[in-house]
């Protein structure tokens, strides 16, 4: 189903994706990183469809499908590195770096933060491009709103 998609995001040269493929891409990242740790529950999902409804103003419906659309995405794209990649090339750097924030957001859903999930943010965050200051300052952004 998403196969062109795919291939159009890790062509050598990718074309700046269009806003409706921007989505998809940065959802399916957001779905890659909740399932890291190989549980992936309605809770996470909740929060993913927040973020993605609250970022893109969009409609219950239309959440509802950019999720399910990105859950599928995220299955069939290739290695986080590769992914993550064709993502840095192809969305400019403040929506990057927006990303890292909502990233952070799902990661500390539950309140707590392991060495998994640092270790990941760390990875995701260099590879899109996003130096470990502004991943900190969005780190603790998340962590201030939830206080």
């Not at 291939?7 to 806003?19: E, G, M, N, W, Y």
């Not at 060495?115 to 998340?142: C, K």
Request: charged share 35%.
């Amino acid at each position: 189903m998403f196969a062109d998609f795919l291939k159009r995001l890790t062509a050598p040269d990718p074309a700046p994706l269009q806003d409706i493929d921007a989505r998809l891409a940065l959802t399916a990242l957001l779905v890659r990183v909740a399932r890291a740790d190989g549980h992936f529950d309605n809770d996470e999902r909740a929060r993913i469809e927040r973020i993605v409804t609250t970022r893109y103003g969009l409609s219950g419906d239309d959440t509802k499908t950019l999720c399910d659309q990105a859950e599928v995405l995220e299955s069939e794209a290739p290695d986080t590195v590769r992914f993550t990649r064709a993502i840095k090339d192809s969305v400019p750097y403040d929506d990057r770096e927006k990303v890292i924030e909502a990233l952070w957001d799902v990661v500390l859903a539950d309140g707590t933060r392991d060495d998994l999930e640092d270790a990941l943010l760390r990875m995701v965050s260099n590879l899109l491009g996003v130096n470990d200051r502004d991943s900190a300052l969005a780190r603790q952004r998340v962590e201030a709103r939830q206080k």
